[in-house]
């Protein structure tokens, strides 16, 4: 198998070391065989999306998927490579928004709509019929953590789950290897914790209080019903 390419737009480095972590333990692969591209201090326009057996593009700790920063134009040709050359791409929370984006939806930063901590995701009835989110049960706990959220899906994409909060917690490109998950799919608990802690002065205005953050660091979930998505999705169409 080709190496896994992971995108990341953090400035943390041992954050950005969590994050390679975490997709070594979701997608079950040695971690030598995932290699990250951090688009703060790296471009990509030398790098060729086939390859790779698979994009993941992970989170982004204070940056905004809804905003144009210099490097934020190829990052989005980048992706639009990867969907027109059917190469399998899945983004997990800010990597989600970034492929909506990137394919012609709209993204905003939202904090009104934020969500931090487990929450519940329903499939939608197309879900029964996906490769993937069919495996899952029909409700189920996820961690978030997210301002930014998908106002719109790009054309030809298709919500496999939503929750009371928002829609398009996920979606997939139809009939292409490429998803978008608003929830982490990487995360364990432990990892969220460590993130929540990290960016704690990020989610200041959402968790004034040292009891609003303490609940929502109880309210993590150890493991979850998405633990085993990525591996689902190297499954699919990769392995």
């Known amino acids: 198998m080709n190496p896994i390419l992971l995108i990341q737009a953090r400035d943390e480095a041992h954050i950005l070391a969590q994050e390679h972590q975490c997709f070594t333990d979701r997608l079950q692969v040695e971690p030598a065989l995932i ?14 999306p086939h390859r790779y057996s698979a994009i993941m593009i992970g989170g982004s700790g204070a940056y905004s998927a809804a905003e144009n920063y210099h490097w934020m134009d190829g990052l989005l040709e980048f992706v639009r490579t990867c969907i027109s050359e059917s190469v399998p791409t899945f983004g997990s929370c800010w990597g989600h928004q970034i492929i909506a984006r990137a394919a012609g939806g709209t993204v905003a930063y939202d904090p009104a709509r934020s969500e931090l901590g487990s929450v519940e995701i329903q499939l939608t009835d197309t879900a029964s019929d996906d490769d993937l989110f069919r495996l899952l049960p029909p409700v189920f706990c996820a961690n978030a953590g997210h301002h930014d959220r998908v106002l719109t899906l790009p054309e030809g994409a298709i919500e496999l789950a939503r929750n009371e909060s928002q829609p398009y917690q996920a979606f997939r490109m139809k009939d292409l290897p490429v998803y978008g998950t608003q929830f982490h799919s990487e995360l364990d608990a432990a990892a969220e914790r460590e993130r929540l802690y990290e960016y704690r002065e990020h989610y200041r205005d959402d968790l004034p209080s040292e009891a609003a953050f303490q609940r929502v660091i109880d309210s993590l979930h150890e493991s979850t019903e998405a633990d085993k998505l990525l591996r689902y999705f190297l499954d699919a169409f990769v392995l």
């Open 35 to 48: 290699v990250p591209l951090n688009v703060l201090a790296e471009s990509l326009d030398s790098v060729r």
